[in-house]
């Protein structure tokens, strides 16, 4: 069982920054992905950016250039450095976990953009 916490949510003003983390309870050293999703109010959960073990990074669309996900397998933690925040960014952002045919999430963290 992988459990995983996210945060480093908040209000920001649109054009700002934040910074996310996901901290995984055990040491990771599979073959395995990680990802942020997030949801807005109203509206499905969506994919926003991805990590492998290999450190290949992949990003939404939406999201591309503006956000950077990486790792510290030291820390067992993932990050999502989010740039020139939108207001429509605002969701829940949760971090998921996928080895061995297995999935967890993380509870999520709210980010909310709005001046």
């Known amino acids: 069982q992988v459990q995983l916490v996210e945060s480093g949510g908040g209000l920001v003003q649109p054009g700002g920054s934040l910074r996310l983390s996901c901290v995984a309870s055990t040491r990771i050293t599979s073959i395995y992905t990680m990802d942020w999703h997030r949801q807005a109010p109203g509206k499905q959960r969506e994919w926003v950016a991805r990590i492998t073990n290999r450190g290949a990074t992949y990003y939404a669309d939406s999201v591309k250039d503006r956000f950077t996900i990486s790792g510290d397998n030291a820390k067992n933690t993932i990050y999502l450095q989010m740039n020139s925040l939108r207001p429509e960014d605002t969701a829940v952002y949760y971090c998921?976990?996928?080895?061995?045919?297995?999935?967890?999430w993380g509870q999520g963290t709210q980010v909310t953009v709005s001046s």
């Open positions: 998921k976990f996928f080895a061995a045919g297995r999935e967890y």
